[in-house]
Structure formats: C-alpha cells, structure tokens
C-alpha cells in the first residue's frame, strides 16, 4: 500500500510513523520545512480548552489520545534519544469575583463525569502553591494530573524517529492538485513545481491549508486559520508550577523556567506576524493573572494558524464520493493533544482496519449545525 501524506505537522507526521510502522510506503511532503507552523507554534498543553463546551464525543477521543502519551514518550525516548518533555504539572484556574461562575461550574461537572481528579482551592491554599498569582483571586480549581510536551522536541523527536524507519518527508514540496482517474478516485497528487506522485491513498493534513485542496477537488472542508500569538518569558524553573489558564491568557511554564503566555484566537486569514495590540492585551493579562511576572523578561514571540473548524472538532475519516482521499485535520485548539489517537485511528482506517473507536462525530461529511457555521467559536 503506498500513502502520500500531504503536510509534515504533528498530525501527518506521527499519522506516517504509524502507517510505517503497519507496512505501508509512505512519503510524506510538506510545502516549507517539517513542523514549522501549527504544530511548532503551539503551548503543547495535554488538556483540551474549556472541554465543558464540546460533546461528549469529543472528550472520549481526547481521553483516547491522552492514554497514548506515556507509551508514546517511552517509544521516542527509546528510538530517537529525543525526550519530548512531557511532563505532569497539573492545571490551575484562578477564578476572580467578575468571572462566569458557569464556566466554573460546568468545569466541575465535567471533571466528575469524564473522571478527571479536581481540587477547589482557597486564596491562601492557591497563593501558597502559586504565591506569583493576583492575590485577588477568591478560589482557585486545581486539576493536579494535567500535563505538558514541549512541542519543537515533540516534532524532532518523529521526525527522527521517521528518518530511522526510512519514512521519505520531501520538504519544500507543495501539493498543488489531486490526481483522479475516470471513476473520480483519487491516485495521487502532483506538486507546485510538477511533480508527480501516484498512490494507492492520499491524507489531507495540511493543517489550515485543507481547505483549498479539498475544494479543488469539488468537496467542502470548512477548515480557516484561527491565528494565535504567544509571548515567552524567561524566568527561573519555578517560577510557576503549574500551567494557570484564566480566558484572559494562559501562562505554560516549561522545565527551564522558561514561560509561555498565550494565546489570541484572531480571524484574520494568514497574516503573519504579531502586533501591538495583541502583544499589549497579553502583557495587560499577565500583570492582572500574575503580577510576580512583572520583572520577567520578554525573550521572544510568535504565531501560529490553528487549523479551526466550525465546531471546534477535527475532521477524520475517508471522503466518501472520492476514493482513496483520507483527511485528518481541523484539530483547532487541541491538536498536540490529539495527534497519537488520530494517528492511531487513521493509520488503521487506510490500512483497511476498522477503527475501535466510534468516529461518526468527526466524520469529513458530518451535518455541522447551522449555529455552528456563524464563527468559529472561542472553544
Ligand atoms: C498559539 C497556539 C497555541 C496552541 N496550543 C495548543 C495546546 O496547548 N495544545 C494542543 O493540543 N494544541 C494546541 N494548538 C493547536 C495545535 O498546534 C494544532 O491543532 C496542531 O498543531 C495541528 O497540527 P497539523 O499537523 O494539523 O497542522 P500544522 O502543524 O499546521 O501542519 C500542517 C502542515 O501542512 C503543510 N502544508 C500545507 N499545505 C500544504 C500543501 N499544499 N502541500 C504540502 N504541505 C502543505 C504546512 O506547511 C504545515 O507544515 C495551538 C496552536 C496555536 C497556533
């Protein structure tokens, strides 16, 4: 079985470790250089954001993927020598008197239901595990067993794991169009600058630039870049300890006491860079969430395109009126958290293997919700 996978972010990548790994033959091509976008840019946190808000589907594939990661940290510690720096440091909210108490509370209910382990922390018990924390806080909710992965070491760590299994990833090669033949299967694809490829199965996982291919193609994918800007801060290891998320900012402190402050969800196409005014309402929120940040130093920042979808979920599966096209993209928030189970699902699914899971919810042609398709939604 031969696969071309289109994109080298962490879902196409790890997704050709994994068909490597079941005996097919696959290239991968990536238009610039492996996991530079998405999959580079973002704070790694191993949590969906505000997961209260999606359905029950959804946190059952999150929990899929989150089971994998310790097996999968093993597997690229013992293959490549990479340590991917997952580690567990826990999740803090600090609630504030104006912020939604609902929030809070279907935060509560979802924990019990979905069996994460949460703590309700007072002032003094917060601030004494997080004394850089607004004192003004009035409590704090605390999910000890949340971690992290460092993504850039993520991303070295597959790709050398790739290079090992002799998995092809052609760089600066950009999918310009689909191959079909005359049913309307798909056969392979043929680069910007000529090239062709021919397969027996095509992945589409070119992050927030699905959408063009796959209109290309005569089907819809409403997949949109939702840029975020981060700013990382560097501190001394300890200066949190735990990854604080508040909607105005979430601050991800990594092992070397480096800090992450992120992130704005922007609709603003692919326009690069970062600007004033975003950078201006990060900083506004670090002073305001954690004052003791307030002599950090800046050390850098950057952005990222979120591959967003109108409902927050991924599109996973085969496309049914195209034979031989598969996609796996639209992750948005939560893509670093979900790249071993889709990897898993969609290396099976082509490989001909049922997937153990049910995926009718992310299915490529799913009835997405008129509501849904207004904006896409600060999930
Ligand atoms: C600021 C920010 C913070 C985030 N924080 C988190 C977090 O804490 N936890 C979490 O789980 N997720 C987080 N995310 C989301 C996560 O990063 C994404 O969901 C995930 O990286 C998507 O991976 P991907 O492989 O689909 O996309 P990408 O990493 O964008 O990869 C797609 C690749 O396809 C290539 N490509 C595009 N078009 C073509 C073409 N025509 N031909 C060949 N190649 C092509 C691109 O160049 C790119 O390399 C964050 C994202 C951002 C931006």
Redesign the pocket.
């Known amino acids: 079985m031969k696969v071309i996978v289109?994109?080298?972010?962490?879902?196409?990548l790890l997704t050709a470790c994994r068909l490597k790994q079941q005996g097919a033959d696959v290239v991968v091509?990536?238009?610039?250089w492996m996991g530079?976008?998405?999959?580079w840019?973002?704070?790694?946190?191993l949590f969906p954001i505000h997961p209260w808000l999606y359905p029950d589907d959804y946190s059952a594939l999150v929990h899929a993927s989150l089971s994998l990661y310790p097996a999968l940290q093993r597997e690229l510690t013992s293959e490549t020598g990479w340590d991917i720096q997952r580690i567990q440091n826990g999740l803090l909210i600090p609630c504030f008197e104006d912020d939604n108490t609902h929030h809070q509370q279907a935060a509560l209910a979802w924990s019990e239901k979905f069996k994460w382990q949460v703590e309700q922390l007072n002032p003094s018990q917060a601030l004494a595990i997080e004394p850089n924390l607004s004192s003004k806080l009035n409590q704090a909710l605390r999910w000890p067993d949340v971690c992290q992965v460092r993504n850039p070491k993520l991303l070295k760590a597959v790709f050398a794991y790739l290079n090992k299994l002799g998995v092809e990833v052609v760089e600066n090669?950009?999918?310009g169009s689909l191959c079909e033949d005359n049913t309307g299967s798909v056969t392979g694809v043929v680069t910007v600058h000529g090239k062709r490829f021919d397969s027996d199965a095509v992945l589409l996982?070119?992050?927030?630039?699905s959408h063009e291919?796959a209109e290309q193609s005569g089907f819809s994918l409403p997949v949109r870049p939702v840029k975020?800007q981060?700013i990382l801060l560097k501190t001394e290891p300890g200066t949190l300890k735990h990854i604080i998320k508040h909607d105005d900012a979430y601050f991800v402190p990594r092992q070397d006491g480096r800090i992450l402050v992120?992130?704005s969800m922007e609709d603003v196409g692919f326009e690069r860079g970062n600007t004033v005014s975003i950078l201006h309402q990060l900083l506004g929120a670090t002073l305001k969430l954690v004052p003791g940040l307030e002599h950090a130093e800046i050390e850098q920042q950057w952005m990222?395109?979120?591959?967003g979808s109108p409902d927050g979920m991924p599109f996973l599966g085969p496309v049914a009126a195209k034979a031989g096209l598969w996609v796996a993209?639209g992750?948005?928030?939560?893509?670093?958290?979900?790249a071993p189970i889709t990897a898993n699902v969609m290396a099976d699914w082509i490989m001909g293997h049922k997937p153990s899971l049910d995926m009718a919810a992310f299915s490529p042609e799913r009835k997405l919700i008129e509501s849904s398709l207004v904006g896409y939604p600060n999930l």
């Open positions: 289109i994109g080298a972010g962490i879902v196409g091509l990536e238009k610039g530079q976008e998405s999959s840019a973002g704070a790694g946190i090669s950009e999918v996982a070119a992050g927030s630039w291919l975020g981060i992120g992130a990222g395109f979120r591959p993209t992750h948005y928030r939560n893509g670093v958290a979900l």
